[in-house]
T-cell receptor, first 116, second 115 residues
């Protein structure tokens, strides 16, 4: 079965500093990987995805993520954090294999707080 | 482009009562999903529709939960009877196609509290 681990429930970073939100995954085959962000009382918003090719993926709002196959990781990064980046971040994985593995499986989320 | 619409936004019911949630996906999106998000957890897929057919309902508690998408557009999720452990946010999402690398677009969710 596929799974996603977000080892940090909470990440605090000062405004202007770089941020990293960690994600590791387990899946059969080459994965499709996604990052979503959730603001209070709102649904999830898509940030970026990895399909194939370049290991560094760029997404919305200046976020990027690095795919590392050997470490089965897909960490979310941003060079300079903003207070407005404070939100709940979810990593998700889907296998290209057919069947229930095509479900999008989410991690438990990481609350990012950017301190002014 | 209008997003995924859901109603109601909030619902409070007593255990053993019934409740229904409505979702209207993004126009042209063939695939519709219902997720349950319990506080402190990531969303968990309950059911997935491709047009008006069920693709995956393996995690739907079928003894109390039901869902339909009769005309292949909007959808209703029902719980009858509700239990305390059903308290959660119910998210609806849609995507252009099923599976693959296609991202899903989420509605604002319905927060259900069962007392």
């Amino acid at each position: 079965a596929q799974s996603v681990a977000q080892p940090e429930d909470q990440v605090n970073v000062a405004e202007g500093n770089p941020l990293t939100v960690k994600c590791t995954y387990s899946v059969s085959g080459n994965p499709y990987l996604f990052w979503y962000v959730q603001y209070p009382n709102r649904g999830l918003q898509f940030l970026l995805k990895y399909i194939t090719g370049d290991n560094l993926v760029k997404g919305s709002y200046g976020f990027e993520a690095e795919f590392n196959k050997s470490q089965t990781s897909f960490h979310l990064k941003k060079p300079s954090a903003l207070v407005s980046d404070s939100a709940l971040y979810f990593c998700a994985v889907r296998s290209p294999i057919s069947g229930s593995a095509r479900q999008l499986t989410f991690g438990s989320g990481t609350q990012l707080t950017v301190l002014p | 482009e209008a997003g995924v619409a859901q109603s109601p936004r909030y619902k409070i019911i007593e255990k053993r009562q019934s409740v229904a949630f409505w979702c209207n996906p993004i126009s042209g999106h063939a695939t519709l999903y219902w997720y349950q998000q319990i506080l402190g957890q990531g969303p968990k897929l309950l059911i997935q529709f491709q047009n008006n057919g069920v693709v995956d309902d393996s995690q739907l508690p079928k003894d109390r939960f039901s869902a339909e998408r009769l005309k292949g557009v909007d959808s209703t999720l029902k719980i009858q009877p509700a239990k305390l452990e059903d308290s959660a946010v119910y998210l609806c999402a849609s995507s252009l196609y099923t599976g693959g690398p296609y991202e899903q677009y989420f509605g604002p969710g319905t927060r259900l509290t069962v007392t």
